[in-house]
C-alpha cells in the first residue's frame, strides 16, 4: 500500500482495493513515527451515494443507521455479560474495540471500572456511541492502519464478526498485524468470530421478518470463491422500501483451525477459546461463537 501524502499538509490518497480513500497522516513528527487515518472517497454517510458499486467495499455501505434496527438483539447485556467472561481470564486494560460500532461493548467496560477507546469506520455508528458513552474516545478510522501508538493498550477487542471482511485475506493480516502492533508485550486479543462449521450447518438459507416498520427478505448462502457467508437484506416487493435497501453483507468463512493459525503467526498465544459471551468452552459441534482470548506473552 502507498500514499502520496502532499508534504505540507499530509493529507493525500490511498488506493486499497481498488477503491480510492483520502489519507491523513498523524503522529509525532520529532521522534518520526507515523499513522494514517483513512477516509474512503464518496464515504454514503457525508457524502451521497458511494460511487464504488464492485461489492468488496460493502463493508463501508453496510453498518448505516439501519444496522441498528437489523441487529437490535446484539443489546448491551450481552457485552456486559462478555466484559465479565473477559474480566475472568484477565484481560486487562486500557482497552481498544477496533470496529466498536454502537458502542455497546465500550459502554459495558466503562461501567466496569474499564478505560476503553474505540474506532471505527461508520459516521452513523460512531454517533450512536458517542450517545450512548457519557465520556471516551472514539476514533473514526480503517482496521488495517490504526492510528494509535505501538505498545499503547493492554488489550485490544475485535468483536461480533468484524473480521473477514475484505476482499484480500492480506488485509485481515494487516488488521491482526495492525492489533498486535498497538498491543502492550504483555497485552491481550480477543477475536469474536461465527463458528464457520456450526453457522453452515444451520444457515437459514431465506427468512422475512419486519425491520423498522416494513417487511424484509433476508437471503444466505455460501460463496465458494472466499469462501464467503454472504447475505442481502432486500424490501418484500410492493413494500415502500428502507434507506439502505437493498444491501450486502459478505464475510471470509475462516475455519476455527485457521484462526488458531493466524493468531498463532502474529505471536499470540492462545489462553481461552469460548463457544458463547458467557465464556462456555468451545464445542466444534455446537457452539455459534468461536472466541479466541490471547495473548502476546512477552514475545516481544
Ligand atoms: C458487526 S459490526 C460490530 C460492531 C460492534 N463490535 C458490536 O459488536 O456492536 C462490524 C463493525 O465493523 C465496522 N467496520 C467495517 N469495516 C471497517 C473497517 N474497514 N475499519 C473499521 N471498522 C470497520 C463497521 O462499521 C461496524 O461497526
Same mark, same amino acid.
Given at each position: 500500500?502507498?500514499?502520496?501524502?502532499?508534504?505540507?499538509?499530509?493529507?493525500?490518497?490511498?488506493?486499497?482495493?481498488?477503491? =480510492?480513500?483520502?489519507?491523513? #497522516?498523524? &503522529?509525532?513528527?520529532? /521522534?518520526?513515527?507515523?499513522?494514517? @487515518?483513512? *477516509?474512503?472517497?464518496?464515504?454514503?454517510?457525508?457524502?451521497?451515494?458511494?460511487?464504488?458499486?464492485?461489492?468488496?467495499?460493502?463493508?463501508?455501505?453496510?453498518?448505516?443507521?439501519?444496522?441498528?434496527?437489523?441487529?437490535?438483539?446484539?443489546?448491551?447485556?450481552?457485552?456486559?455479560?462478555?466484559?465479565?467472561?473477559?474480566?475472568?481470564k484477565?484481560?486487562?486494560?486500557?482497552?481498544?474495540?477496533?470496529?466498536?460500532?454502537?458502542?455497546?461493548?465500550?459502554?459495558?467496560?466503562?461501567?466496569?471500572?474499564?478505560?476503553?477507546?474505540?474506532?471505527?469506520?461508520?459516521?452513523?455508528?460512531?454517533?450512536?456511541?458517542?450517545?450512548?458513552?457519557?465520556?471516551?474516545?472514539?476514533?473514526?478510522?480503517?482496521? =488495517?492502519?490504526?492510528?494509535? #501508538?505501538? &505498545?499503547?493498550?493492554? /488489550?485490544?477487542?475485535?468483536?461480533? @464478526?468484524? *473480521?473477514?471482511?475484505?476482499?484480500?485475506?492480506?488485509?485481515?493480516?494487516?488488521?491482526?498485524?495492525?492489533?498486535?502492533?498497538?498491543?502492550?508485550?504483555?497485552?491481550s486479543f480477543v477475536l469474536?468470530?461465527?463458528?464457520?462449521?456450526?453457522?453452515?450447518?444451520?444457515?437459514?438459507?431465506?427468512?422475512?421478518?419486519?425491520?423498522?416498520?416494513?417487511?424484509?427478505?433476508?437471503?444466505?448462502?455460501?460463496?465458494?470463491?472466499?469462501?464467503?457467508?454472504?447475505?442481502?437484506?432486500?424490501?418484500?416487493?410492493?413494500?415502500?422500501?428502507?434507506?439502505?435497501?437493498?444491501?450486502?453483507?459478505?464475510?471470509?468463512?475462516?475455519?476455527p483451525r485457521?484462526l488458531r493459525a493466524l493468531v498463532a503467526?502474529h505471536?499470540l498465544t492462545v489462553v481461552a477459546e469460548f &463457544?458463547?459471551?458467557?465464556?462456555?468452552?468451545f464445542?466444534?459441534?455446537?457452539?455459534?461463537?468461536f472466541i479466541l482470548v490471547t495473548r502476546l506473552e512477552?514475545?516481544?
Amino acid at each position: 500500500m502507498s500514499f502520496a501524502l502532499d508534504r505540507d499538509t499530509a493529507v493525500g490518497g490511498a488506493d486499497l482495493a481498488g477503491t =480510492r480513500f483520502r489519507a491523513r #497522516r498523524i &503522529g509525532d513528527a520529532p /521522534a518520526r513515527r507515523w499513522a494514517y @487515518t483513512l *477516509f474512503m472517497v464518496g464515504d454514503s454517510s457525508t457524502r451521497g451515494p458511494c460511487p464504488v458499486d464492485d461489492g468488496d467495499t460493502w463493508f463501508a455501505r453496510a453498518f448505516d443507521a439501519l444496522y441498528l434496527d437489523l441487529y437490535r438483539h446484539r443489546d448491551g447485556r450481552e457485552a456486559a455479560v462478555f466484559t465479565r467472561a473477559l474480566q475472568a481470564k484477565e484481560v486487562r486494560g486500557p482497552f481498544c474495540e477496533v470496529a466498536c460500532g454502537p458502542g455497546r461493548f465500550l459502554r459495558a467496560l466503562a461501567d466496569a471500572g474499564e478505560t476503553a477507546c474505540g474506532l471505527d469506520l461508520s459516521a452513523p455508528l460512531l454517533a450512536r456511541a458517542r450517545e450512548v458513552l457519557s465520556g471516551g474516545s472514539l476514533v473514526r478510522g480503517d482496521m =488495517r492502519v490504526l492510528p494509535f #501508538r505501538g &505498545g499503547a493498550f493492554g /488489550a485490544v477487542l475485535l468483536l461480533f @464478526t468484524s *473480521f473477514g471482511y475484505f476482499a484480500d485475506p492480506d488485509d485481515d493480516r494487516r488488521v491482526l498485524a495492525e492489533a498486535v502492533r498497538i498491543l502492550r508485550p504483555d497485552g491481550s486479543f480477543v477475536l469474536d468470530f461465527l463458528n464457520a462449521g456450526a453457522t453452515v450447518r444451520s444457515l437459514v438459507a431465506m427468512s422475512r421478518r419486519e425491520v423498522a416498520g416494513v417487511r424484509v427478505v433476508e437471503r444466505r448462502w455460501v460463496d465458494p470463491r472466499g469462501p464467503f457467508l454472504r447475505k442481502t437484506v432486500e424490501a418484500e416487493p410492493g413494500e415502500a422500501g428502507l434507506p439502505g435497501l437493498p444491501r450486502g453483507e459478505r464475510v471470509r468463512l475462516y475455519e476455527p483451525r485457521e484462526l488458531r493459525a493466524l493468531v498463532a503467526a502474529h505471536g499470540l498465544t492462545v489462553v481461552a477459546e469460548f &463457544g458463547d459471551y458467557e465464556g462456555t468452552s468451545f464445542e466444534a459441534e455446537e457452539s455459534a461463537r468461536f472466541i479466541l482470548v490471547t495473548r502476546l506473552e512477552g514475545t516481544r
